[in-house]
T-cell receptor
Framework: KNEVEQSPQNLTAQEGEFITINCSYSVGISALHWLQQHPGGGIVSLFMLSSGKKKHGRLIATINIQEKHSSLHITASHPRDSAVYICAVISQGGSEKLVFGKGTKLTVNP | KAGVTQTPRYLIKTRGQQVTLSCSPISGHRSVSWYQQTPGQGLQFLFEYFSETQRNKGNFPGRFSGRQFSNSRSEMNVSTLELGDSALYLC?????????????FGEGSRLTVL
């Protein structure tokens, strides 16, 4: 079992819909990253959070440390949001290296 | 502010050869971390350098190595290339150690091993 599990693997939505992508992890963590990767490979860091909730524009990220779960929400989705969204965690103690989920491929149709 | 620059963007090598990839971080950033991305394994952490010292290393064989120079530019080297080394290699820079700071990624170097 992977340390970081994302769901769903693939998601297709219509423009304007509310999107939720989930990330569950099995280890204690010090922080969690949400990343966005567009076709072609470039990765953009969306959020880094260790507790609570963060908001940037139409994107909202939440984390529940006790339940070992984080969600990324996109409100009023747009075709330009089509990308792969990747969750990555930094485990507590010992080696501080990023462990990645497999990603969620989001397609937003006009 | 210039972003993270990786060179070369694309390269083709044959089995047994070696390759060196370069990463120039954002000015002022002291942390450079490297990642391998393949369709099968996804993104995997290779190693991180901070102020010229390797801080962390992922679970990759010794054929994968790296270094960081005094100007924070970093190189990674893969020796005795295997077909399975074909991947997108990404680097990221951060003003703090990668585990605690926001990451800024380069566009990647796409390596094909024939």
């Amino acid at each position: 079992k992977n340390e970081v599990e994302q769901s769903p693997q693939n998601l297709t939505a219509q423009e304007g819909e509310f999107i939720t992508i989930n990330c569950s992890y099995s280890v204690g963590i010090s922080a969690l990253h949400w990343l966005q990767q567009h076709p072609g490979g470039g990765i953009v860091s969306l959020f880094m959070l260790s507790s609570g909730k963060k908001k940037h524009g139409r994107l909202i990220a939440t984390i529940n440390i006790q339940e070992k779960h984080s969600s990324l929400h996109i409100t009023a989705s747009h075709p330009r949001d089509s990308a792969v969204y990747i969750c990555a965690v930094i485990s507590q103690g010992g080696s501080e290296k990023l462990v990645f989920g497999k990603g969620t491929k989001l397609t937003v149709n006009p | 502010k210039a972003g993270v620059t990786q060179t070369p963007r694309y390269l083709i090598k044959t089995r047994g050869q070696q390759v060196t990839l370069s990463c120039s971080p954002i000015s002022g950033h002291r942390s450079v971390s490297w990642y391998q991305q393949t369709p099968g394994q996804g993104l995997q952490f290779l190693f991180e350098y901070f102020s010229e010292t390797q801080r962390n290393k992922g679970n990759f064989p010794g054929r994968f190595s790296g270094r960081q120079f005094s100007n924070s530019r970093s190189e990674m080297n893969v020796s005795t290339l295997e077909l399975g080394d074909s991947a997108l290699y990404l680097c990221a820079s951060s003003s703090r150690q990668a585990s605690t700071g926001e990451l800024f990624f380069g566009e990647g170097s796409r390596l094909t091993v024939l």
